[in-house]
């Protein structure tokens, strides 16, 4: 599930370098035979009072039946299931955000909705409940949450998990969609 966010008051400076993997061909290799292989790196330098998506909101695999369920994956990665639905395998993993603020300032924090719909070959599907993993745990909606920033450099990091509705006899395939988190440093 792709995510989007807002920046409060500045852009952040993003830097990437790609590079493509060569891989040697299959010949028959000599005795003393050299492989050479590149990879991608990615750097993010933060303006103060910025903050980025680190990952996406992923549910993981899972199987619908003939009857509807939910999927719940908790700030903490875990997943649970409801009704007809199976959960596949072990992934699935929560929304990461991350920023820079300074030590103890407040900070409210609002969804651009409460819920959204992803879309993918068959019926859309809901997904609600955005849960962020602060301490406690707390539901987000669009009124905005205050917290704290209590890291003494000011840096932070946070998960965002949701529940997802799968219908009866849900289409197999990809569904994706997006949803807003919005910081306002106080």
Same mark, same amino acid.
């Given at each position: 599930? !792709? ?50 998506? *680190? ?10 039946? %003939?009857?509807?369920?939910? *999927?719940?994956?908790?700030?903490? %990665? ?6 007809? *639905? ?12 991350? %920023? ?14 409460? !819920? ?10 809901? *997904? !609600?409940?955005?849960?962020? %993993? ?13 917290? !704290? ?38």
């Amino acid at each position: 599930m !792709r995510t989007s966010h807002a920046l409060f008051p500045q852009p952040l400076l993003r830097g990437i370098a790609a590079c493509t993997l060569i891989a040697a061909p299959a010949a028959a290799a000599p005795a003393f035979a050299q492989d050479a292989a590149q990879a991608e790196t990615e750097a993010i330098v933060l303006r103060p009072l910025s903050f980025f998506k *680190v990952n996406d909101l992923d549910f993981g695999a899972i199987i619908a039946s %003939g009857s509807a369920g939910t *999927v719940t994956l908790a700030p903490d %990665g875990s997943r649970s299931r409801t009704g007809g *639905v199976t959960l596949a395998g072990s992934g699935g993993e929560p929304a990461r955000f991350a %920023g820079l603020g300074s030590y103890n300032r407040q900070v409210n924090i609002s969804l651009g909705a409460n !819920r959204i719909w992803i879309t993918g070959p068959g019926q859309r599907m809901r *997904v !609600r409940d955005f849960e962020i %993993g602060s301490t406690p745990t707390a539901i987000l909606s669009t009124s905005p949450t205050r917290f !704290r920033i209590s890291s003494p450099l000011g840096n932070y990091n946070f998960p965002v998990g949701a529940t997802l509705e799968v219908n009866a006899n849900q289409a197999p395939g990809d569904y994706s969609g997006s949803f807003t988190i919005t910081l306002n440093y106080l």
